[in-house]
């Protein structure tokens, strides 16, 4: 049983074992000692005094192995009920079975709420009084001041060790809310990495792999048409420029694989609607202008993640009301507007990446000019902030 425990049901603590212990062997150190001294005196209630500390032994085991009184209010009543009726017994038959009054003291403030534990105390000390005076018959100081310290600071104690083990148990949390926290951080900053990195992947085969084999088709037919109706070698340049084929589509499937999520199940258009949507603070809205086309994924990649890191900056600094991302085709170009009434700052001021680990301008700004594109923003203190991104649209998109 756990007697110096709190009610909370965790398994006991070292602590709380050695203190567990040390009630058990109070009590029973104690009922011995009462027992032991009756017969060494050879009392004439020697005898009453051995099979009382005996039944209040029985009783006191009975309910520590009972396991209704842990879990019940009402049960721990009727044990201490009991406990105290055989002690009151002990009481009138040896003035020892005042010493016992001390660990009762820790049993009904640990089993009983604080208000009826504290009374339950009381009525502890007022019966150990009253059996000393009994015997005694002299009324001192001692008689009242014993029991009454005891129960003061058996109340101090238990006071005391409550109080330690909630903020013990705050601490757990908090070690226990650190250590989730900082898992997710890690598996965020894994996701964050994983996600970059197929982003560079889908770059590099783009500019790479993909541009090189183009060119050698481009090549493959300008040898074609410059070789003579029959010429031998016209099978063979037919069959790299099949193969070349076959290689671009197969360079273009592992771009597309490498996506982010956000466009895997849909267009630029549709990502841009849903990060709007999903927007916590202003209000955001998505608008389109123009008649889509489908952008080559590096485009949509730098377009989707710049509009990620400017709205980013809106929820955090901006304290803006409203906000609008416009993502406008033209002929040529793609360009993407992400506007707010914000409180706006001086561009020339933000020369660095925010330090949070986000996107900063200058990031914004080297994903617009690696693909060629302009990159803007104007914005004055208190007149909110325009930033605006111009991508020209390769042959093939532009068609």
Do not use: K
């Amino acid at each position: 049983m756990a007697v110096l425990n709190p009610p909370a049901p965790r398994p006991l603590t070292p602590v709380s074992r050695v203190l567990r212990l040390c009630l058990h062997a109070l009590l029973f150190g104690l009922l011995a000692l009462a027992a032991g001294r009756a017969v060494a005196d050879s009392e004439p209630r020697a005898g009453s005094v051995v099979a009382v500390c005996a039944l209040l032994t029985t009783v006191y085991v009975a309910g520590v192995r009972a396991p209704s009184v842990h879990g019940s209010p009402r049960a721990a009543a009727v044990w201490l009920a009991a406990l105290g009726a055989v002690w009151a017994a002990l009481l009138v038959v040896s003035p020892d079975g005042l010493w016992i009054a001390f660990p009762l003291y820790f049993l009904e403030l640990h089993l009983l709420r604080l208000r009826w534990g504290v009374t339950a105390v009381a009525v502890t000390a007022c019966a150990a009084i009253a059996g000393f005076l009994g015997h005694s018959g002299a009324v001192t100081p001692g008689a009242f001041l014993g029991p009454l310290l005891g129960g003061a600071v058996a109340v101090a104690t238990v006071l005391g060790y409550q109080a330690l083990y909630r903020e013990s148990e705050r601490r757990r949390e908090l070690i226990e809310e650190l250590i989730a926290t900082r898992a997710e951080l890690a598996a965020a900053e894994r996701g964050a990495g994983i996600m970059a990195e197929r982003e560079r992947l889908a770059r590099e085969i783009h500019d790479t792999l993909a541009q090189g084999l183009s060119s050698i088709q481009l090549l493959l037919r300008a040898a074609e048409r410059a070789l003579p109706e029959r010429a031998p070698a016209l099978e063979h340049i037919a069959r790299a420029r099949e193969a070349a084929q076959e290689n671009l589509a197969e360079a273009r499937r592992f771009v597309r694989a490498l996506t982010p999520p956000d466009l895997e199940h849909g267009s630029l258009a549709a990502a841009l609607e849903r990060l709007c949507a999903g927007a916590p603070g202003p209000r955001v809205r998505f608008s389109l202008s123009g008649g889509p086309r489908e952008l080559p994924t590096p485009y949509e990649v730098a377009l989707l993640r710049i509009a990620q890191s400017a709205l980013a900056n809106v929820v955090r600094h901006a304290r803006a009301d409203r906000a609008e991302i416009t993502l406008t085709f033209m002929d040529a170009s793609v360009t993407l507007d992400i506007v707010d009434d914000g409180r706006g700052f001086d561009p020339s001021s933000a020369a660095a990446a925010s330090g949070d680990g986000g996107f900063g301008l200058p990031a914004m700004r080297s994903r617009a000019e690696t693909l060629g594109g302009l990159f803007t923003v104007e914005s004055d203190p208190g007149q909110g902030t325009a930033v605006a991104v111009t991508l020209p649209l390769p042959l093939e998109a532009s068609r």
